[in-house]
């Protein structure tokens, strides 16, 4: 089978309430997954919904006497942080996966901007140049491929380093859409886009933390 870089898209939809603990201030769920607002976030009525991604997890920390008392637990998951999509600001990138390989350690993904309406294959996220085709017509279609690094989001990396020389099977990547700041990719022309935040809640460290009882995703009003 080919590469394929992204996914079918379905919005990731948050629902706006109170904080019991302060009412002037707002938290939000994804599902029963309980999330922070990041500070770009504006200020919604409770029982509104909004399309989001995650942008950080956060975590709990390790109690006093523990060898590492004060530093984040990753083995719980607080909440997530959340930032509203905003197509002007943001782009949906589809990817072939984050993969540590080689013998560098350095973690990277491929792809392009995409609709989300379904997987792009290689040949789409990076065109061939056709028989005879002119090096300007080419690199017009091929514009918009670039390649990303995974910010802060704890996305899910296939570790491959040194896997050869381990003599074990290289770990499949995960194709998985991305939202990226649209400003990034003008000021690096696509040469190391930092991700801003995931797009579902299957795609980092922390999933198998989510809360999903009763989670549902639902299309963007």
Known sequence: MSKLYGTAYTPLVARIQRNRRDATKRVAFIGRQLCFLDRRFPLLDPGAEVEVMVVQASYGVHPAGHDWAG???????RGLMIQPVD????????IDGFECSGSMCRTTAHGRETDGSRALTAQEAYPSKRPGESRESWLARDRGSMWLTPGRVDVTVADNVNARFYDRQPTPLRPMNVWVERSRIAETSGCGVRVLGLSTLDDADWSPLVSREQAQVRQAA
């Not at 530093?71 to 998951?77: A, G, I, K, N, Q």
């Open 87 to 94: 197509r002007a600001l943001h782009a949906l990138v589809a």
């Open 71 to 77: 530093s984040p637990d990753r083995s719980v998951l």
